[in-house]
């Protein structure tokens, strides 16, 4: 058997390493000619770090991980604590502690461990076909490549998703920008060991620590989409957005470094459930894309490719029955993410703000019961967090 990849995101390169572990062929193309993440860091939930493991990762990713004992919610204007409870129920819950990671070296992590020389840089991939012994996938330079099946983890603008459904599809502006970047941990924003998380007026800021001394960071801002952004302004553009919120997110705002602070307009899908198409499948966002409000799109992209394993693994030889396997493996899982993804969105952002200032409230007497039970409904259901 032979697999086209088509992406090497974090979908793309998990899956080719999830292939080639049962003796499935590879070839990963990729149309950037070198590995530049847009992105700081993810949060891996203990979900996709079981898939990581799976995939044979587990002590390079403990290394990239940052440790969080506790988690923290803080009034935005007066830095008092709301509520403040340890991780270690849900690490006890779920048998895995999470892992935020730097984004290159996630990415660059996988990409070791597959073979970064093995990789086509420099291939965008401009259309694609199914044939009755065959995929094709056919690149920019005219050059086409065949194999049996072909995996399209070709990300949220995916041309795979375009050919699967038959027609393009319009994504969702969210209603919010995301700023991310990287810092040096300091106390004065929040503890090296928690996450911590400022929130108020349907906006949040948030740290977490990730391997390095360094924190993770992102600011929340509900604005109109498509505003102009001029690189290397997020400083005053945060300043403009979070004046008179605590001196932690003060601070936070003068130790960034705005020119590599990246500005991520938030989009995302609606649940789709047909993946594939006689030899072709999507993967990772081009089969579900989320907003990150839960921090689960990168782990359900782990997830599709350890599922896609194990249907080669169940219907061997077979292309077809394997990727059908796949996607009823996938699908239904991928788009309660999604959804549930989408509903802290909208009480995070204030869609109501009648709600919002409800959960304000919950935090202020909330003792980490019930947002550990929320983030174990998350992680649990997928192939390697089956829900008993
Ligand atoms: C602000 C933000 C925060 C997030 N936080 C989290 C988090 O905390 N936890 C989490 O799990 N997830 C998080 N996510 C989601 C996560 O980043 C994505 O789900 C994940 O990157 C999806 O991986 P992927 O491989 O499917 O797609 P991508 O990472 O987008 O990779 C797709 C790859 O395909 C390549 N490609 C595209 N088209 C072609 C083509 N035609 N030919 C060849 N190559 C092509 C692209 O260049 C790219 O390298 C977050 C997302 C955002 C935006």
Redesign the pocket.
Known sequence: MKAII???????MSAAIALRQIGIETAV????TENKPV?AA????SN?VKCLNYLGLEEQTAKLGGIVETMSYLDAHTGDTMCRFSMQPLIDEVGQRPYPIARAELQMMLMEAYGLDEIHFG????SVADGPDAATATFADGTTATADFIIG???????TREYVLGAPVTRRYAGYV?F?GLVETDDTIGPATEWTTYVGDGKRVSVMPVAGGRFYF?FDVVEEEGLPYEKGSAREVLRTHFAGWAPGVQALIDRLDPMSTNR?E?LDLDPFYTWVKGRVAV????AHN?T?DI???????MEDAVALQWAFKDRPGDAHAALTTYQQARAERAADLVLRARKRCDVTHAKDPEKTEEWYDELRNEDGTNIIRGIVGNIMGGPVTPVS
């Open positions: 088509i992406g090497a995101g974090m979908g793309g193309y990729e149309r950037v992105g993810i949060s891996v939930w996709g291939h965008r991939m401009v983890a070709d990300g949220a603008g995916s041309l995301n991310n992102f991520v938030i993967l990772g966002d081009a989320t990150p921090g689960q799109g990168g782990c359900s992209a």
